[in-house]
């Protein structure tokens, strides 16, 4: 079946280190990915887009990787602090080049950075 | 402030009522999107409008209705048809489609059959 996967288990960390997300998708083969953040109780808020002609997207602690070969996206934060503490979706358009009102979200993975 | 506003926050329903969710956006966006979260699951769509007087059901359009007369207003209306209604409610817009451009979303609505 045609899905996207992201780690359902929650991740902790220690505040200063490094978080990596994983969205591995299958049967896709989608021009765009999207990661979004989504704090408890509030609708989700955009953070990076990266092209499939793109292998790194990077905005100030934020990195994200597109894998089109693997199928796969890493979204990085570097530095993490415990404001990063929420979770994260993924997302992609499964028709390539449709206009995109049909985008899919993983279920998220919920960060935790320690202090 | 621009933005995308939904209301209520929280909403109950009794069995067999008819609720509508409310989303205005002053984004002065072409597209609007509703999908429902429920815990452990991806968001899922239930409708979206690409332009005003026009809407198309997503993946999980049972028992929920829409209408798009003006551009800024896109509500939803769940109906007592859907058998499962509890969960978050999420509006979206955005310029065009998603695909290549991020969208916004609503605070939600957070739906509660009782």
């Known amino acids: 079946s045609q899905k996207i996967e992201q780690n359902s288990e929650a991740l902790n960390i220690q505040e200063g280190k490094t978080a990596t997300l994983t969205c591995n998708y299958t049967n896709y083969s989608p021009a765009y990915l999207q990661w979004y953040r989504q704090d408890p109780g509030r609708g989700p808020v955009f953070l990076l887009l990266i092209r499939e002609n793109e292998k790194e997207k990077r905005k100030e602690r934020l990195k994200v990787t597109f894998d089109t070969t693997l199928k796969q996206s890493l979204f990085h934060i570097t530095a993490s602090q415990p404001a990063d503490s929420a979770t994260y979706l993924c997302?992609?358009?499964?028709?390539?080049?449709?206009?995109?009102?049909?985008?899919?979200f993983g279920a998220g993975t919920r960060l935790f950075v320690k202090a | 402030d621009g933005g995308i506003t939904q209301s209520p926050k929280y909403l109950f329903r009794k069995e067999g009522q008819n609720v509508t969710l409310s989303c205005e956006q002053n984004l002065n966006h072409d597209a609007m999107y509703w999908y429902r979260q429920d815990p452990g699951q991806g968001l899922r769509l239930i409708y979206y409008s690409q332009i005003v007087n026009d809407f198309q059901k997503g993946d999980i359009a049972e028992g929920y209705s829409v209408s798009r007369e003006k551009k800024e207003s896109f509500p939803l209306t769940v109906t007592s048809a859907q058998k499962n209604p509890t969960a978050f409610y999420l509006c979206?817009?955005?310029?065009?489609?998603?695909?290549?451009?991020?969208?916004?979303f609503g605070q939600g609505t957070r739906l509660t059959v009782v």
């Open positions: 997302a992609l358009d499964p028709l390539k080049y449709t206009g995109g009102f049909k985008t899919i």
């Open positions: 979206a817009s955005s310029p065009s489609g998603q695909g290549n451009t991020e969208a916004f």
